[in-house]
């Protein structure tokens, strides 16, 4: 399936999960970079849908927050001004919990491992 929009680099090792009618896609590897940006793809239907994200780093602790609006077939980028956000990295275990998003783990382009959970808090209107 093509998409439009704010459509990611190539990549492999990035971090995927099924959210309602999105795909929401975390950091990456290309060979010799990281990377550490999030993007979400709709794969409903023709309908828009509001989106809006809490970054915690460990227990949930809010960071920062994040609104955005994207048509279906479409790739936004998760783009955050202010606060703290996850290091580029890698091969990282998700799994979504409910809302919530964990990331665990992963590398980084100079080969560190992390040992860090990150939740990210999704909520998506139509």
Avoid at 23 to 52: E, K, Q
Avoid at 108 to 120: H, I, P, R
Wanted: proline share 3%; glycine share 12%; charged share 15%.
């Amino acid at each position: 399936m093509e998409g439009t929009g704010d459509v990611p680099s190539p990549r492999g090792s990035t971090s995927l999960v099924a959210f309602g009618p999105f795909l929401i896609m975390f950091g990456g590897f290309n060979g010799s970079v990281c990377f550490n940006d999030l993007f979400v793809f709709h794969i409903g239907t023709n309908r828009i849908a509001r989106w809006s994200v809490a970054v915690a780093l460990g227990l949930l602790h809010t960071l920062t927050n994040v609104v955005g609006c994207t048509e279906s077939r479409q790739w936004k980028k998760w783009s955050v001004a202010t606060g703290e956000w996850p290091t580029a990295r890698a091969a990282i275990a998700a799994s979504m919990i409910g809302n919530r998003i964990c990331f665990f783990g992963g590398f980084s382009s100079d080969n560190n491992d992390f040992a860090e959970l990150v939740v990210l808090e999704v909520a998506i209107s139509d």
